[in-house]
C-alpha cells in the first residue's frame, strides 16, 4: 500500500520537491456532513471544501494544483510550444469592421503583443482622425484579471459609461469618461452588471445592481455628478426566479426594462426624452408566455410563443395599445420552422431561422414584392444577423463561418442582391480551407430520434478506429451549439484528430421542442444523446474506446460527470471545464447565484419528484466504485456561477472511490473564475493544457 500524503497537512513547497514518479495524489480529509431532505440522508465528506477562506482548502487547491503540474511536467515544453503554435495563427494587429452609428464609426482594434482590445472611433468619416476611448491594455495593467463591458455612448457623444471587472466575479463598477478632455468622471456605481442606458438628456444613466447571490434585481437611475447613495430605485425584481436589465430599442426612442425567467417574460417602457416619466408595462407576466420586443414606426414588434406558437411567431402591437390582445400576426406559426431572431429595415424585415439544425436568413420586402432566403453552400456552417444599427439601410450585415470557413462579416445588398466580405478572420501560417473537411451525420438515439453531429477533419487523416476523435457538447438553456471556425482547433486536426460536436437535446438546434426535451424531467435525454453518439462514432469506425475524448464545460461539465457515471468505457480521456457537478446540493441552497433563476432548466428539488430525479443523475452524488477514464477539471476560485468547491468536491469523491490507475487531475487558477483568464493570449495557455492532456493520452508528444 502506498504512502498517501493528506493535501491539507501539506504545504506547496513541500510538493515541489517531489516529482511525478514519487508524487502520490492528494487526499482531501473527510469530515462527515449529513444532508436530509424529504426524509432521505445524503453523506457529503467533503462538504467542507466550500470554506474559501479556510486556509486547509487553499492548501488542498495548491496541492491538486502542484500535482497537475507534476504529472503534466513531461508535457511542459509542448504546452509552450502548442501555446506559440495556436497564438502564431492569430494576427495579432487586427481591427472589427468599421459601423456606423449616430455620426460616427467605431472601431475596436488590436496591436501587436496587446492582450486586451482598444476601442476607438472617428467622426463622420473613416479617413478622420481616431479618437481613442479605451485602450483596455492601460487600464488592465493594475490587475492579473481585467474586464471592460458596457461600453455606452451618450446621445450628444460626449460621455461613455463603461463597467469594469477587476476579480471575475461578473461583479462590475461603473464609470463615465468624458470624451471630449478624457477625464474619468467621479460617479461610480458599484454592484452593477456593467450595462446602462442614456436617457436621452446626457445626464441620467439606468443601470442594474446585482443582489447577494448575483442575480440582477434592481433597476436604479442616475444622475450624472450625484453620489449613487442618492439615486432612485425604478423597479425592483421581487420573484427570484426572474431577473432584470435595462436597454435602449434600435429607434433610440424608448428605454426599456425587461424582466426574464425560463419560461417567462415582462417589459416595461417609457420615451427616451422622459427620464422622469410614469413606467408602462407592455404585457403583464403569465407563466410560460415568453416574448421579446423592438420599436418600429408606431409599433412594437414582438417575437413571441404566445398561442401555443412552440417555434415562435412574430406580432406586432400600437405603442400605444400594448396588451396582448391587441398582438397581430405578422410572420405567423410553423411548425417545422424556428423563428430565432428579426431585424427591422424601412423597407426590409429580415428573418434568423432554424430549419432542420441550419439557421437561414430570409428576406422580405414590407411591400411584398421581395421574398428570398440567401443562400449558403456548405453542408454545415453557421449564419447570423450582425449588428444593424440603421433602419434606413438597404445593406444587411450578417456574419457567417463554419468548422473549415474562417468567421466572416459580410455586407449583402437586399436589393441588388450584391455581397461584400467586409472581412474574413485573418488565419496566419499555412492554413488552406480546402485541406479540411466537415459534414453532418444524424445517429439515432435509443428512443428513436434521430441526433445531428456536425463533424471535421483533415482530408488526408484516415479514418479508422485508431484515429482519435474529440466529441464536445453543450446540451442546456437551449443553448444551440453552432458550428464555428477555430484556429486553436487547428493543432487537435493537423495531429489526425477528427472533432466532433454532438448536438444533443437540451440546445435548441432543432426548435424549442429539442430544448423542452432535454430539460426538466427530461433531462436524461441530454446525457443518453452524448452516450448514444459516442457509440455510434464507435460502432462506425470513427473511432474506438481507446482514442474518443469528451470536453464540456459549465453544464457541459454535467454532462461530462453524468456520462463518465452511465458509461466510463467509452472514453480514453476526459475534460471538464468548470463543471456544474453537485446538482442536488447547489439547487438546495439559494444563497448560492443563480440557483432561484434555475428552477425551470433542472427542477426545484424542494419538490420530491424533482429532487429525487436531480439525485439520480447528479455525478457527485452518483460516483461509484469502478473503473473511470482518465480526467482533466478546470476551475477559478472566484468563479461565480459554477463554485470551485463542486469540481474539487468531485475529483476527491473520485480519487477516494475510483478503482484505476487514469490520471485524474484537478487544475485551479487561484486568480480568475468562470470565463477563465481575461487576456486574448492568457486564455490560450488553458487550450494548450487541455490539448497537451489528451496528447499525452493519445502518445502525441509535439
Known amino acids: 500500500m502506498k504512502t498517501i500524503i493528506p ?11 517531489l ?94 503583443g496587446g492582450e486586451y482590445p482598444i476601442h476607438t472611433r472617428k467622426k463622420e468619416s473613416l479617413d478622420a482622425p481616431e479618437e481613442i476611448m479605451f485602450n483596455v491594455n492601460e487600464l488592465a495593467k493594475p490587475y492579473s484579471y481585467y474586464n471592460l463591458n458596457g461600453v455606452n455612448i451618450s446621445e450628444n457623444n460626449e460621455l461613455a459609461a463603461f463597467g469594469q471587472d477587476t476579480l471575475s ?12 478632455t478624457g ?48 439615486d432612485v430605485l425604478i423597479f425592483e425584481e421581487k420573484d427570484d426566479t426572474f431577473g432584470t436589465y435595462v436597454y435602449k430599442t434600435k429607434s ?43 420599436h418600429y414606426g408606431n409599433d412594437f414588434y414582438i417575437l413571441t410563443n404566445k398561442d401555443k406558437a412552440t417555434n415562435f411567431k412574430l406580432m406586432k402591437t400600437p405603442v400605444n395599445k400594448t396588451s396582448k390582445e391587441n398582438w397581430t400576426d405578422v410572420i405567423p406559426h410553423r411548425n417545422e420552422v424556428y423563428l430565432e431572431n428579426f431585424e427591422i429595415f424601412n423597407n426590409y424585415l429580415v428573418l434568423e431561422e432554424r430549419i432542420n439544425g441550419l439557421t437561414q436568413m430570409k428576406i422580405s420586402s414590407w411591400d411584398g414584392k421581395v421574398n428570398y432566403h440567401l443562400p449558403f453552400k456548405e453542408e454545415v456552417y453557421t449564419a447570423y444577423i450582425s449588428y444593424n444599427p440603421e433602419f434606413d439601410s438597404e445593406v444587411l450585415r450578417y456574419g457567417y463561418t463554419s468548422m473549415t470557413t474562417p468567421n466572416s462579416t459580410i455586407d449583402f445588398n437586399m436589393k441588388t442582391k450584391a455581397s461584400e466580405v467586409k472581412k474574413e478572420q485573418t488565419v496566419l501560417g499555412d492554413f488552406k ?62 495531429r489526425g484528430f477528427i472533432y466532433a460536436i454532438a448536438h444533443i437535446r437540451g440546445g435548441q438546434e432543432l426548435g424549442r421542442p429539442w430544448y423542452d ?9 441530454t446525457f443518453n444523446d452524448f452516450v448514444d453518439v459516442s457509440k455510434y462514432l464507435i460502432q462506425n469506425n470513427y473511432t474506438s474506446p481507446q482514442h474518443l475524448y469528451a470536453m464540456g464545460g459549465s453544464a457541459g461539465g454535467l454532462l461530462m460527470g453524468a456520462v463518465i457515471n452511465q458509461a466510463p468505457e467509452l472514453y480514453n480521456g476526459v475534460v471538464a471545464q468548470v463543471p456544474f457537478v453537485d446538482v442536488v446540493t447547489t439547487m438546495l441552497d439559494d444563497s448560492i447565484p443563480l440557483t432561484t433563476g434555475e428552477y425551470d432548466e433542472w427542477g426545484n428539488p424542494n419538490d420530491k419528484v424533482y429532487y429525487d430525479y436531480i439525485k ?19 476551475t477559478g476560485l472566484h468563479d461565480s456561477q459554477v463554485q470551485y468547491w463542486e469540481p474539487a468536491k468531485w475529483v476527491a469523491k473520485l480519487r477516494e472511490m475510483k478503482t484505476d490507475d487514469n490520471l485524474l487531475l484537478l487544475k485551479t487558477d487561484m486568480e480568475t473564475g468562470h470565463g477563465g483568464a481575461s487576456g486574448r493570449f492568457e486564455a490560450l495557455k488553458e487550450v494548450a493544457l487541455e490539448y497537451a492532456f489528451i496528447f499525452k493520452l493519445e502518445g502525441i508528444t509535439e
Open 7 to 17: 493535501a491539507v497537512l501539506c504545504t506547496l513547497s513541500t510538493f515541489a520537491f
Open 19 to 112: 516529482n511525478a514518479q514519487t508524487m502520490q495524489a492528494p487526499q482531501a480529509k473527510k469530515i462527515k456532513k449529513t444532508l436530509e431532505k424529504h426524509g432521505d440522508l445524503r453523506v457529503d465528506n467533503y462538504y467542507w471544501l466550500n470554506e474559501r477562506e479556510n486556509p486547509e482548502v487553499i492548501s488542498y487547491l495548491n496541492a491538486e494544483n502542484a500535482y497537475t503540474d507534476a504529472m503534466l511536467k513531461d508535457t511542459e515544453e509542448f504546452q509552450k510550444d502548442l501555446f506559440e503554435e495556436i497564438k502564431a495563427r492569430i494576427k495579432e494587429d487586427d481591427a472589427s469592421v468599421p459601423f456606423k452609428f449616430n455620426g460616427y464609426w467605431y472601431i475596436t482594434r488590436f496591436e501587436k
Open 169 to 180: 466575479r461578473r461583479i462590475y463598477t461603473i464609470q463615465v469618461k468624458n470624451l471630449k
Open 183 to 230: 477625464e474619468i468622471l467621479p460617479d461610480k456605481l458599484e454592484n452593477t452588471t456593467g450595462g446602462s442606458v442614456w436617457a436621452a438628456d446626457n445626464k441620467t444613466l439606468f443601470y442594474t445592481r446585482k443582489d447577494e447571490t448575483l442575480r440582477a434585481y434592481q433597476i436604479w437611475k442616475h444622475t450624472l455628478g450625484t453620489p449613487q447613495s442618492e
Open 252 to 294: 433610440r426612442k424608448y428605454i426599456i426594462i425587461g424582466s426574464s425567467s425560463t419560461v417567462s417574460n415582462e417589459y416595461r417602457f417609457i420615451p427616451a426624452d422622459q427620464p422622469n416619466a410614469e413606467w408602462t408595462v407592455l404585457q403583464p407576466r403569465e407563466r410560460d408566455l415568453e416574448y421579446s420586443i423592438e
Open 433 to 494: 480551407k480546402e485541406n479540411y473537411e466537415t459534414k453532418r451525420i444524424w445517429v439515432t438515439a435509443r428512443d428513436g430520434v434521430k441526433v445531428p453531429v456536425s463533424i471535421v477533419y483533415r482530408k488526408d487523416t484516415e479514418i479508422n478506429s485508431d484515429t482519435p476523435l474529440l466529441l464536445y457538447a453543450y446540451g442546456s438553456y437551449g443553448a444551440s451549439m453552432d458550428v464555428y471556425f477555430s484556429t486553436s482547433r487547428l493543432s487537435l486536426l493537423d
Open 517 to 525: 426535451d432535454g430539460k426538466m424531467l427530461k433531462k436524461k435525454n
Open 616 to 634: 439520480s443523475y447528479s455525478p457527485y452524488d452518483n460516483i461509484e466504485k469502478k473503473n473511470y477514464p482518465n480526467m482533466l477539471a478546470t
